[in-house]
């Protein structure tokens, strides 16, 4: 079973298990929006950990839990940044569709499941994570540099934008400095606001009537594209 305490040669995982099954119940409510943002947060975080343990158990049903979480969160995040009338009635049908799959998913056999396996999970040697973290680094610096042309793809950034995350929680688990790091994570999580607001609201029906707010997010989405490019490029240029 999980040790619930760090050591210098292992790492456990009880602190961010702990916060997610903390939050499972503000979640299920549905009061407080904040309770699926850290749900989301405590699985990608558990996912870097067996990542960095080089397990592949569970992985997947953190990941669909995760899924669950962000289709309400990108929702939230939508509807409570001022958008048109049109847009804005759709997106409460929408959040009402995502939310019932997401409440389907905390009341499922899969979600006791996986909480059940975290049961037998052992600490994670430090040793290990070091070398799989500095794998992770590689693929960072090797995806941002995709993005450091102009014609880079928002499927680029996105890709960046993840490896990035993966990265900061693996040295998070590690005890080192985000600083620099999750304020990249940051730039990118603006971009990728922007770029869901944008995909959101191609797919609402009254799409039409939003020609002027889509052009708006264009825009938005050059100039947040521009400014993460030329801060990817001062962090992963000088890498080897």
């Given at each position: ?35 699926v943002h850290q749900l989301r947060v405590a699985a990608a975080r558990l996912e870097v950990f067996l990542r960095l343990a080089g397990r ?51 009341e499922s056999s899969r979600l006791r499941a996986l909480l059940e396996g975290w049961r037998w999970v052992p600490a994670l040697r430090r ?15 090797k995806r941002a540099r995709r993005t450091f042309d102009a014609s880079a793809s928002l499927e680029a950034f996105h890709d960046v934008r ?79």
């Amino acid at each position: 079973m999980v040790s619930p305490q760090n050591s210098d040669d292992e790492i456990a995982p009880a602190r961010w298990l702990e916060h997610l099954t903390n939050h499972l119940g503000v979640a299920r409510n549905g009061e407080d929006h904040e309770g699926v943002h850290q749900l989301r947060v405590a699985a990608a975080r558990l996912e870097v950990f067996l990542r960095l343990a080089g397990r592949r158990c569970l992985r997947d049903d953190l990941r669909w839990l995760r899924e669950r979480a962000s289709a309400v969160r990108d929702l939230d995040v939508l509807g409570a940044s001022g958008v048109p009338a049109p847009l804005a009635a759709w997106l409460a049908d929408e959040r009402t569709v995502a939310r019932a799959g997401l409440v389907e998913a905390l009341e499922s056999s899969r979600l006791r499941a996986l909480l059940e396996g975290w049961r037998w999970v052992p600490a994670l040697r430090r040793v290990d994570a070091v070398e799989r973290r500095e794998q992770i680094a590689r693929r960072t610096t090797k995806r941002a540099r995709r993005t450091f042309d102009a014609s880079a793809s928002l499927e680029a950034f996105h890709d960046v934008r993840r490896s990035l995350r993966r990265l900061r929680y693996a040295d998070e688990w590690l005890g080192r400095d985000v600083g620099e790091l999750k304020a990249l994570q940051e730039t990118l999580g603006l971009l990728n606001d922007v770029a869901v607001a944008y995909r959101l609201a191609s797919e609402c029906p009254h799409s039409a009537e939003l020609s002027d707010y889509l052009g708006g997010l264009t825009r938005e989405l050059d100039r947040r594209a521009a400014r993460a490019r030329i801060e990817l490029r001062r962090r992963f240029e000088r890498e080897p």
